[in-house]
C-alpha cells in the first residue's frame, strides 16, 4: 500500500505529539491517525519517511524494528524505556496512549 498524503500527514501528525518515553503500536498510530487497520502502512510509511520519531513505535507485543534491535534499543533506553530480550519490558496496551516502563 502506497501511503496517501492524508494518511501520511495523519501519521505524522500522531508521532509528533508523541513524548519522549512514550511508546505505541503500529495499530496504535494507525487508529489514531483515522486509518485502524493500516498498522503495516505505518510501517511502510515509517520505514521510509525521514524526521520521525520511528523509535516510539513497536509491534503489538512489544517487539522492535528487525534488524535494527540495536538502535531501537539504544533510542528507547535513552529515553528511559527498559528494553528486556529485545521487547520493551511492558508492551503498548490497545487503544491506550502511556509511557513504557522505565529501568
Known amino acids: 500500500m502506497t501511503a496517501t ?3 501520511e500527514a495523519a501519521v505524522r501528525a500522531v508521532l509528533e505529539r508523541t513524548r519522549p518515553g512514550e511508546i505505541l503500536s503500529y495499530g496504535e498510530v494507525a487508529a489514531e ?9 505505518v510501517g ?3 520505514r521510509r519517511a525521514t524526521g520521525l520519531p520511528w523509535w ?3 509491534t ?14 539504544e533510542r528507547l533506553r535513552a529515553e ?6 529485545g521487547r520493551v519490558s511492558e508492551a503498548p ?5 502511556r509511557p513504557a516502563r522505565r529501568s
Open 44 to 46: 511502510n510509511l515509517l
Open 93 to 97: 496496551s490497545p487503544r491506550s496512549r
Open 56 to 58: 516510539r513505535v513497536v
Open 80 to 85: 528511559g524505556v527498559a528494553i528486556l530480550g
Open 60 to 73: 503489538a507485543s512489544g517487539r522492535l524494528v528487525p534488524g535494527k534491535e540495536a538502535d531501537h534499543a
Open 33 to 41: 491517525a483515522g486509518f485502524p487497520g493500516a498498522a503495516r502502512a
Open 5 to 7: 498524503p492524508d494518511f
